[in-house]
């Protein structure tokens, strides 16, 4: 038992300087730099994609998607307005097959409409009318 006991206290000093010396976190301040950083290289990287040729979100100038019609669970049918004249593809998955040049276009959709709804009362009416009705 006094082996063990002994063993024991050897053991306590060697573990307690095992962690002693361990770095220290980041910290607050550490934590909040790295946080700048990233967000600058995110918006960066968004400023480069945008200014690369050929990258980006933007649309092509000249072309544009006037109907689509899904056909399959991977497959549709596209109009696309290229210039003067309309051309129906057939886009599936890997392909993309011109099915049909339209001798007419396709007439303009009229915009949606968004739903009127009728306008609800005030809280402050709701609020009299549930007082008075509890009085």
Request: net charge positive; hydrophobic share 50%.
């Amino acid at each position: 038992m006094l082996a063990v006991a002994t063993a024991g206290a050897a053991a306590a000093p060697a573990a307690a300087r095992v962690g002693a010396h361990a770095p220290a976190g980041p910290g607050l301040i550490g934590g909040f730099f790295a946080l700048v950083l990233v967000l600058g290289l995110i918006l960066g990287l968004a400023w480069l994609l945008k200014r690369m040729p050929g990258g980006g979100f933007r649309q092509a100038e000249g072309l544009r998607i006037v109907a689509s019609l899904q056909l399959g669970a991977k497959e549709r049918a596209v109009v696309v307005q290229v210039g003067d004249e309309q051309l129906l593809l057939g886009v599936g998955p890997g392909t993309v097959s011109a099915l049909h040049r339209l001798a007419q276009p396709l007439p303009e959709a009229p915009a949606p409409q968004m739903p009127q709804f009728k306008k609800l009362p005030e809280f402050s009416q709701l609020l009299a009318q549930r007082l008075r009705k509890g009085s």
